[in-house]
Each structure stands twice: as structure tokens, then as C-alpha cells.
């Protein structure tokens, strides 16, 4: 075995150690199929600089699959997920992988990136699985097919844990949970978080702090649930959570 595939190998144990879980055979190749569908894509537009040993592995699969360690641990429980703004299809496409009986939609406003997404989908086998939808969240949000509808609704790194939070929580059902992917976290954003949820019949679940392997850094995850069903105001027009921020 050469010295870099035994780094690979070394540096993905690692990974799986980290997330008390193992990709099959088949996940493995379906990773590894949609990493080198990055790279080629990234050629015609600009999706992410994240594509490269480490980068990937760590920063993208890694990043996207520890926040939900504890659903890992039952890989073939059924539930619908929304990742919000996905992009390069993190983390909803890693989920997707690592899910095999559940149904994710991905939803982003370009539709070039929407565009990869279907591709990508269909390339490495998960088009029956994979919903794509060109929407900004804000009229998703409001669409009676996607409100309400979800267990699970995720965003990574999208804008400030408050306005995200105003994307998330119409999308989740009754005992549906938002994830909010964050590098730092601080009190006062908690404080801020805490008064935003209130408006939205919700409210922080616990908060949860991972250091990812190979000197990525920290990651704090947000899980929120639903009190109540969500204000039927909520979300706002386009641009306005994020003009006027909830929470203040």
C-alpha cells in the first residue's frame, strides 16, 4: 500500500471513529464518486474550494454527518429531511449517503447549483431519494407541500443562528427538530436565538459542542424543537429575516 493511500486510510478511520459509525462498500464508493463529481464541476462553476483529501473528507463529510451522530447510530429509521441552502450538497447529500431509508430535499435559490445537484443525485444513484427545488426558503417556507412536513430541517453556515432559525422552523412537523450547523457560539447569540424561537412556538433543545478530527476546529450544533405549530406569518418575505433580524 503506498504512503498516501495509508494516510487516506489512517485519516479515515479516524472520521468514522469519530461519528461511531462505518460506511458500507457501496457508501464508501458513493463518496468517493461524488467527491471526483465535485472536482469536475468545480471546474464549470464555482462550488467549493473543500474538495481535496482532508478538505472532503473532514470539512465536508465529516462536518456534515457528526451533528447527527445519535441518528447515525440507527441508520435505517426512515425520516424526511430539508437541507436549507444547500449548495455543493453538503450536508444533504452526505446525509443521503449515510441514510439509506430516508428521503432528503435539497433547496437552494441558484439554480445553477440546483442544476449540479439533480446531476449529482442521479450520477451516484440517490434521484429517488433526492428531492431538488429551486426556491428561496422564504417561499418554501410558505408552500403548503414543503410547511410543516419535515422530522428533520438543517442549514450550514448560511447567516447568524436567529435568521436561520426563521427559515428552519416552518418546515418542521409537530415533533420535527432544526438543526443549525455554527463554528463559534456565544451566550449572547443564545440570548438573541432564545427570543427569535419565541416567536416561532419554539425553543432550543440542547446545544452541542464537537471538535472535528484532524485539526478542523470546533463545531456547535443547535437543535431546536417545535412547542407549538409555527405563526402562519412566519417566515417573512423575501430578504426580510435578515433585514430585521427576530431576536432583538
Same mark, same amino acid.
Given at each position: 500500500?503506498?504512503? *498516501?493511500?495509508?494516510?487516506?486510510?489512517?485519516?479515515?478511520?479516524?472520521?468514522?471513529?469519530?461519528?461511531?459509525?462505518?460506511?458500507?462498500?457501496?457508501?464508501?464508493?458513493?463518496?468517493?464518486?461524488?467527491?471526483?463529481?465535485?472536482?469536475?464541476?468545480?471546474?464549470?462553476?464555482?462550488?467549493?474550494?473543500?474538495?481535496?483529501?482532508?478538505?472532503?473528507?473532514?470539512?465536508?463529510?465529516?462536518?456534515?454527518?457528526? /451533528?447527527?451522530?445519535?441518528?447515525?447510530?440507527?441508520?435505517?429509521?426512515?425520516?424526511?429531511?430539508? *437541507?436549507?441552502?444547500?449548495?455543493?450538497?453538503?450536508?444533504?447529500?452526505?446525509?443521503?449517503?449515510?441514510?439509506?431509508?430516508?428521503?432528503?430535499?435539497?433547496? *437552494?435559490?441558484?439554480?445553477?447549483?440546483?442544476?449540479?445537484?439533480?446531476?449529482?443525485?442521479?450520477?451516484?444513484?440517490?434521484?429517488?431519494?433526492?428531492?431538488?427545488?429551486?426556491?428561496?426558503?422564504?417561499?418554501?417556507?410558505?408552500? /403548503?407541500?414543503?410547511?410543516?412536513?419535515?422530522?428533520?430541517? !438543517?442549514?450550514?453556515?448560511?447567516?447568524?443562528?436567529?435568521?436561520?432559525?426563521?427559515?428552519?422552523?416552518?418546515?418542521?412537523?409537530?415533533?420535527?427538530?432544526?438543526?443549525?450547523?455554527?463554528?463559534?457560539?456565544?451566550?449572547?447569540?443564545?440570548?438573541?436565538?432564545?427570543?427569535?424561537?419565541?416567536?416561532?412556538?419554539?425553543?432550543?433543545?440542547?446545544?452541542?459542542?464537537?471538535?472535528? /478530527?484532524?485539526?478542523?476546529?470546533?463545531?456547535? !450544533?443547535?437543535?431546536?424543537?417545535?412547542?407549538?405549530?409555527? /405563526?402562519?406569518?412566519?417566515?417573512?418575505?423575501?430578504?426580510?429575516?435578515?433585514?430585521?433580524?427576530?431576536?432583538?
Amino acid at each position: 500500500m503506498s504512503t *498516501d493511500k495509508k494516510n487516506r486510510t489512517v485519516s479515515h478511520l479516524m472520521i468514522w471513529n469519530e461519528l461511531k459509525w462505518a460506511p458500507s462498500e457501496k457508501q464508501l464508493a458513493q463518496f468517493i464518486h461524488l467527491q471526483e463529481l465535485l472536482k469536475e464541476w468545480n471546474k464549470k462553476i464555482n462550488l467549493t474550494r473543500l474538495v481535496d483529501g482532508d478538505d472532503f473528507w473532514t470539512a465536508q463529510v465529516c462536518d456534515s454527518l457528526l /451533528p447527527l451522530y445519535e441518528e447515525l447510530q440507527h441508520p435505517e429509521v426512515s425520516h424526511k429531511y430539508i *437541507d436549507i441552502g444547500s449548495g455543493c450538497g453538503f450536508p444533504g447529500i452526505a446525509i443521503a449517503i449515510a441514510m439509506p431509508n430516508s428521503d432528503i430535499t435539497l433547496l *437552494d435559490s441558484s439554480s445553477k447549483k440546483t442544476t449540479f445537484l439533480k446531476e449529482v443525485s442521479k450520477e451516484i444513484g440517490l434521484d429517488s431519494r433526492i428531492k431538488v427545488v429551486t426556491e428561496r426558503a422564504e417561499e418554501a417556507g410558505r408552500n /403548503p407541500i414543503f410547511r410543516s412536513n419535515f422530522d428533520y430541517a !438543517i442549514a450550514r453556515a448560511v447567516a447568524s443562528a436567529n435568521v436561520v432559525a426563521e427559515y428552519l422552523v416552518p418546515f418542521l412537523n409537530s415533533t420535527g427538530q432544526a438543526l443549525i450547523f455554527k463554528g463559534s457560539w456565544s451566550e449572547a447569540e443564545q440570548q438573541i436565538l432564545k427570543k427569535a424561537l419565541a416567536e416561532l412556538n419554539a425553543e432550543i433543545q440542547r446545544t452541542h459542542e464537537f471538535i472535528l /478530527p484532524n485539526n478542523r476546529g470546533i463545531r456547535n !450544533i443547535i437543535r431546536i424543537s417545535s412547542i407549538n405549530k409555527c /405563526p402562519h406569518q412566519y417566515p417573512r418575505s423575501i430578504g426580510k429575516p435578515k433585514k430585521q433580524p427576530l431576536g432583538y
